[in-house]
T-cell receptor, first 114, second 113 residues
């Protein structure tokens, strides 16, 4: 069956540009998560949606980061005025129920800011 | 593709041996734990999970052990295969009010043929 998909897989941006990263969760999954993974480290939580509601955005590093999931399915993570420190792999995960137990991850989007 | 875990602790085992990967977690209130496998250029892949009311859970070729007294989690892989080579992360859910996972720093498993 189809897993979590993300696009683009790779994104190169010049410093100051805005970027939008897309996540298609597993069909029917209520919970959706975004994580950021720096090279050589474990993923770090950014934000969480239950259906269309953003219930936790405590991990977003600055107000330049914005996420949405308007219809409770596809989600977009937007980063405005990108900085070099934003370079990382951005991972999306989804889980079936509202408890967010078993989270299934997509392949990630590798963002490089020059 | 990019390399996951350039400077991670590494466990090197011979093909066919059993592997044990250890993880210390931080929050005694964590109620749920999960192990992921990550290969270069890919997202974390679910292996096995365990709730805090259990101390052992078995899957296919894998066993997770939880010791809440010392806040320790381990992953045992039986008859390790070359395809098991990857970086392994443990993760905990520190707060049932939140859904976010907190990941450990990872261990690289290298399987020698």
């Amino acid at each position: 069956g189809a897993g979590v998909s993300q696009s683009p897989r790779y994104k190169v941006a010049k410093r100051g540009q805005d970027v939008a990263l897309r996540c298609d969760p597993i069909s029917g999954h209520v919970s959706l998560f975004w994580y950021q993974q720096a090279l050589g480290q474990g993923p770090e939580f950014l934000t969480y949606f239950q259906n269309e509601a953003q219930l936790d955005k405590s991990g977003l590093p600055s107000d330049r980061f914005f996420a949405e999931r308007p219809e409770g399915s596809v989600s977009t993570l937007k980063i405005q005025r990108t900085q070099q420190e934003d370079s990382a792999v951005y991972l999306c995960a989804s889980s079936l129920g509202p408890q967010g137990d078993t989270q299934y991850f997509g392949p990630g989007t590798r963002l490089t800011v020059l | 593709g990019e390399s996951v875990g350039l400077h991670l602790p590494t466990l090197s085992v011979q093909e066919g041996d059993n592997s044990i990967i250890n993880c210390a977690y931080s929050n005694s209130a964590s109620d749920y734990f999960i192990w992921y496998k990550q290969e270069s250029g890919k997202g974390p892949q679910f292996i096995i999970d365990i709730r805090s009311n259990m101390d052992k859970r078995q899957g296919q070729r894998v066993t997770v052990l939880l010791n809440k007294t010392v806040k320790h989690l381990s992953l045992q892989i039986a008859a390790t295969q070359p395809g098991d080579s990857a970086v392994y992360f443990c993760a905990e859910r520190p707060d049932t009010g939140r859904r976010a996972l907190t990941f450990g720093s990872g261990t690289r498993l290298q399987v020698q043929p």
